[in-house]
T-cell receptor, first 112, second 111 residues
Framework: KQEVTQIPAALSVPEGENLVLNCSFT??????LQWFRQDPGKGLTSLLL?????REQTSGRLNASLDKSSGRSTLYIAASQPGDSATYLC???????????FGAGTILRVKS | DTAVSQTPKYLVTQMGNDKSIKCEQN?????MYWYKQDSKKFLKIMFS???????INETVPNRFSPKSPDKAHLNLHINSLELGDSAVYFC??????????FGSGTRLTVV
């Protein structure tokens, strides 16, 4: 059974810091891994999608890496801004079962 | 706008009532899902449909009945609502290699 763990559970940083959010998963048989952002009371916004054959994806100040064999992904946020404050969710798309399995999320607060 | 849209956004109802949540996607995806986000904010799959066929039913009580009239729609009907059904319900769609797109959620409150 696939399990996804995100560390840390919460993070508070001053504006301008670079930061890393971690995600680990127990079963390496995945199609892809997706990072989402969720603002309070809102839906999920897709940030980055990494296919199982890829090592990383970049979008603006965000960079996500994937090490499928070790069951790890990291989301790197450069030069953090208060607008980055949100919950960040990691989800893996299992190779069998065609469903997303989510981690519990990292609550990020960027202080101005 | 290409999106996954679900209605209503908020739903407050009494215990024992029956309610429905509607979902539509215009992304051309062939798989649609319902996810539940509980009070601890944990997201878990309930159902998935591929081309109108039920693929996944994750041990959800049979008071919950999804219905997919076509590839673009997946509705969720809930009978005899209970206090524990209070949660945020998200509809999503996907074409596997392209990732998932989520709706904005329906906050269900059972009183």
């Amino acid at each position: 059974k696939q399990e996804v763990t995100q560390i840390p559970a919460a993070l508070s940083v001053p504006e301008g810091e670079n930061l890393v959010l971690n995600c680990s998963f127990t079963d390496s048989a995945i199609y892809n891994l997706q990072w989402f952002r969720q603002d309070p009371g809102k839906g999920l916004t897709s940030l980055l999608l990494i296919q199982s054959s890829q090592r990383e994806q970049t979008s603006g100040r965000l960079n996500a890496s994937l090490d499928k064999s070790s069951g790890r992904s990291t989301l790197y946020i450069a030069a953090s801004q208060p607008g980055d404050s949100a919950t960040y969710l990691c989800a893996v798309n299992a190779e069998y079962g065609n469903k997303l399995v989510f981690g519990a999320g990292t609550i990020l607060r960027v202080k101005s | 706008d290409t999106a996954v849209s679900q209605t209503p956004k908020y739903l407050v109802t009494q215990m024992g009532n029956d309610k429905s949540i509607k979902c539509e996607q215009n992304l051309g995806h062939d798989t649609m899902y319902w996810y539940k986000q509980d009070s601890k904010k944990f997201l878990k799959i309930m159902f998935s449909y591929n081309n109108k066929e039920l693929i996944i039913n994750e041990t959800v009580p049979n008071r919950f009945s999804p219905k997919s009239p076509d590839k673009a729609h997946l509705n969720l009907h809930i009978n005899s609502l209970e206090l524990g059904d209070s949660a945020v319900y998200f509809c999503a769609s996907s074409r596997t290699v392209h990732g998932y797109t989520f709706g904005s959620g329906t906050r269900l409150t059972v009183v």
